[in-house]
């Protein structure tokens, strides 16, 4: 599928146009550079819980896990314990995962324990993938590519968990590390 005309009629990414929270993530958001390590924590910690699910359900609950994941510091998620999972656990704001709620603990640590001339955005940018030509239609965005596969294998090793090679290449796409935005997207001439 290629761009499809957005509500003012300027072409977008047809994903796009699903919700007016879709189209406000694309447009201002999807693929603009984010740095800093809380906020790459954050949406690392995101895609890990949208995996099995759509989006749209972590976008529309997005606040709700800031508030719960103390705005996603990560030195304040890796002291959660048993009591703090547990009122995780009961908060319906959430998805209610016991896995994906203690890998984004366990992936708070890890990131901690990351020497520190390997950031997480140091780890981001050394598997960023070489520029490549604008995808014409959603069938040339690959799902997870070679670059993905190796960022996924290097943070398991270093103890991350729920970033399999998919995870690891939404978060490059959500992040600005590729720019998936289809070729005549508008928001693409903006990046």
Known sequence: MSVQAGPDGLPRCPWALGSADYLAYHDEEWGRPVTGEAA???????????AGLSWITILRKREAFREAFAGFDPAIV?????DEIGELMANPGIVRNRAKIQATVSNARALLALPDEESLEALLQKHRPQPRPA???TADVPAATPESKSLSS???ARGFRFIGPVTAYAMMQATGYVNDHLADCVVRSRW
């Open 135 to 137: 995808p014409q239609a």
């Open 78 to 82: 890796a002291r959660f314990g048993e």
């Open 40 to 50: 790459l924590f954050e949406r690392l910690c995101l895609e890990g819980f949208q």
């Open 154 to 156: 290097e943070l398991r």
